[in-house]
């Protein structure tokens, strides 16, 4: 048996060394492997779970080109196309070299130098893997040394390729209030495309990540399954695209539309990365792998105690002034959160904002609502025991503002043609470094004039349509690419000036959900639609890639569900308030006070833990979520009944992630007061006994009405 299995090995070395230097990129479960071919191309020649032993990815007799080049002899969407000085449409990549490094015992990068055999062109392709995580993060940069500069017309950060019998691919979409729809649906040959082409708000229909199933479609805990997003706050496109022998390529990055890119000699383009893991063991592992590396790698501070809040929004709308927030600041300190969150309408002079129809770009508290200005607004909430935050659109302007009538130059509009507004608004220039420095100046002059502001929520109310730079002039078709890369610089001087104040990445409602984003920012607001029943499945939709301490929940009158509902669903996320308090009968207040204390206790849990989806609102009349920390002590499970048929009777729920060994109490929390829990669960169960036969959670099927569990070993 040993000399058979040292003659595997052999058979294995030999075969890697006929091939050429075997490059592979692996993490815990995960292998991807390339080699270059006889003719020097690079080759993907494996991607899935990592095999045993572990050179046995080798044998794959793949011959498909991991970066595939226009204007050759491939018929597939190209990952990248160039034109020459002399017109020559083409682009041949041949394999140079590579290197690897370790950045720490997690994380190893590996960089593969690509280059043409004719023209000076050169592309690195760039990958970090994470091995705890099994994530991989893959970009290329793309540069020349041509006498004159090179056209670029496609770009993508990464290719893919499968070779499976079925493929099942699930898209996140919807629009403004009906954000994160799921949808799954198989591949066909031919071309799925999911796009966006909005440029600012780029995520209000398609969201930019995708779940991909090979063979069958993948569920919560079974079926291999590859989850990917972009980190890019503008337009993206991930294309599938399934070939005559059903292989299937998978394109992914910046959509080249209307953007082909004009890159000067010794310029580099780089790309955004595209995020993506692999799991044999279906979809729920995906998500906490996402969830793992977002914590440690992908967001702000995202190991940094995220504050609950109350927004003055639901309850005043624009129409307040500085007494009336005063009052509100009670309501938050009654609530015990940590901060008072002042929405739009606070600004504007000569145009005041008391409607969405002026005001935008006249940064200046409006003295008639805020006499004293901002900074007494910071001063009371201090004394009332809470923080002040604020909100800004900075990248927007109306037409009606002093801004627009000193600086028409600075706002994106097509010359001859008549202006096209979107919620009475128009977009900044951001490609105009005296807009990048306008921009920058609004945060830092607010935070600066008003020391204690806590917290920003940045807003962006409106996409790209009817668009053109007076500042690019002859280069529009960079307007799309150079804008997302102008507000990350802004962004960049933020944080090296305030590298730990909170902010909330707004974009009405989920219009900019990413990971490019949230390097800069601590958590995103996931739709205006707040409606408790609703929020169920949007929250859901997220939670697919993003960790919980990153989405944004608030309780607030939307929807006819009881306080206690909508309070139980917005403590699955990042909690706060947008609502009436004064209007609170004693028992409500009473419960939220109390909702935010047991938030505070558990949060660790919600924010940090691994998350079960154990049932899916998709697939049910209830949705049921747990968390459960690392060691596995301390879980906690949500439990929501949606609309339920009269006697309907549902199944036992069987817990995931406990130690099957420990014993553990389990125990209803977040009671209304005067109620009791409607359990019976007097005794110590087994981790075993939780997970197989699992406890009866709907003994009385109630429509509307949810539940939630702590469970604590023993």
């Avoid at 590579?98 to 062109?121: A, E, M, R």
Wanted: net charge neutral.
């Amino acid at each position: 048996m040993k000399k058979i299995f040292g003659f595997v090995l052999l058979l294995l070395a030999t075969t890697a060394k006929a091939q050429g230097p075997l490059i592979r990129i692996s993490t815990n479960n995960i292998s991807l492997v390339y080699s270059p071919d006889q003719r020097g191309r690079l080759i993907q020649k494996y991607f899935g779970r990592k095999l045993q032993p572990e050179t046995a990815d080798t044998l794959s007799k793949s011959s498909q080109e991991a970066y595939v080049t226009a204007g050759m002899e491939s018929l597939l969407d190209p990952a990248i196309r160039v034109v020459h000085n002399d017109g020559n449409p083409s682009l041949e990549l041949k394999y140079i070299s590579h290197q690897s490094s370790k950045k720490d015992g997690n994380v190893t990068t590996t960089d593969i130098f690509l280059k043409d055999p004719v023209y000076p062109v050169n592309v690195v392709l760039h990958f970090e893997s994470f091995y705890k995580e099994d994530v991989i993060k893959a970009w290329t940069e793309i540069k020349h040394n041509e006498k004159q500069p090179l056209l670029l017309t496609a770009y993508s950060s990464s290719m893919l390729h499968f070779n499976a019998a079925k493929y099942w691919l699930t898209q996140f979409h919807g629009d403004w209030a009906r954000e994160v729809n799921m949808e799954e649906q198989p591949l066909t040959a031919g071309m799925k495309i999911l796009d966006s082409k909005l440029g600012t708000r780029a995520n209000m229909y398609q969201s930019p990540m995708f779940l991909l199933s090979l063979d069958k479609a993948a569920a919560e805990n079974s079926g291999d399954v590859l989850a990917g997003t972009l980190a890019w706050t503008g337009n993206f496109k991930f294309a599938f695209e399934v070939d005559q022998l059903n292989a299937l390529h998978i394109n992914a990055g910046i959509n080249p539309y209307a953007s082909d890119y004009t890159l000067k000699p010794g310029e580099t383009f780089t790309t955004p990365a595209f995020i993506f893991t692999y799991s044999a063991t279906g979809k729920g592992q995906a998500s906490r792998n996402l969830h793992h590396w977002a914590l440690n790698y992908g967001v702000m501070d995202a190991h940094t105690p995220r504050l609950t809040l109350l927004n003055n929004w639901e309850a005043t709308d624009m129409n307040f002034d500085e007494n009336r927030l005063v009052q509100l600041f009670g309501g938050a300190s009654k609530l015990g959160v940590d901060m008072f969150l002042l929405d739009d309408g606070w600004f504007g002079n000569k145009f005041p904002r008391n409607a969405d129809n002026a005001g935008l770009g006249d940064w200046q508290p409006n003295t008639t609502k805020l006499p004293h200005g901002l900074g007494y607004l910071v001063q009371e909430a201090q004394k009332q025991g809470i923080k002040f935050g604020i909100w800004l659109e900075p990248e927007m302007v109306n037409p009606k503002s002093e801004l627009y009538t000193q600086h028409p130059d600075w706002v994106l509009r097509l010359p001859n043609r008549e202006e096209n507004y979107y919620r009475n608004q128009m977009v900044l220039d951001l490609t105009n470094p005296a807009v990048q420095d306008f921009v920058y100046n609004i945060v830092d002059k607010t935070l600066s004039d008003n020391p204690g502001i806590a917290y920003i929520k940045w807003d962006c109310n409106r996409m790209l349509t009817n668009t053109y730079s007076p500042y690019l002039k002859d280069k529009q078709s960079h307007l799309f690419i150079d804008y997302t890369r102008s507000f990350y610089k802004v962004m960049e001087r933020l944080r090296a000036k305030y590298p730990h104040l909170p902010i909330m990445l707004c974009s009405g409602g989920g219009g900019r959900t990413d990971y490019g984003a949230l390097k800069y920012f601590t958590e995103f607001w996931p739709s205006d639609n707040t409606d408790g029943l609703e929020r169920i499945y949007i929250q859901y939709g997220y939670s697919h890639f993003f960790p919980s301490n990153t989405i944004s929940a608030h309780v607030t009158n939307w929807g006819k569900q009881s306080l206690k509902f909508r309070t139980d669903v917005a403590m699955m996320g990042k909690l706060g308030y947008d609502i009436k308090v004064d209007a609170f009968t004693d028992k409500e207040l009473q419960f939220s006070h109390d909702a935010v204390t047991t938030y505070r206790r558990i949060s660790d849990i919600v924010w940090y833990g691994n998350l079960y989806r154990l049932i899916s609102p998709y697939e049910d009349d209830r949705a049921v979520f747990q968390y459960v920390s690392d060691d596995q002590q301390k879980a906690i499970v949500f439990h929501y009944l949606m609309n339920v048929r009269r006697k309907e009777v549902f199944e036992h729920v069987k817990l995931q992630g406990l130690d099957p060994k420990k014993n553990y109490t389990v125990k209803e929390i977040n009671l209304f007061p005067g109620t009791n829990s409607a359990f019976r669960f007097n005794r110590s169960y087994s981790g075993d006994y939780l997970m197989t036969v699992g406890l009866n959670m709907a003994p009385r099927a109630t429509s509307l009405t949810s539940n939630i569990l702590e469970i604590t070993a023993e």
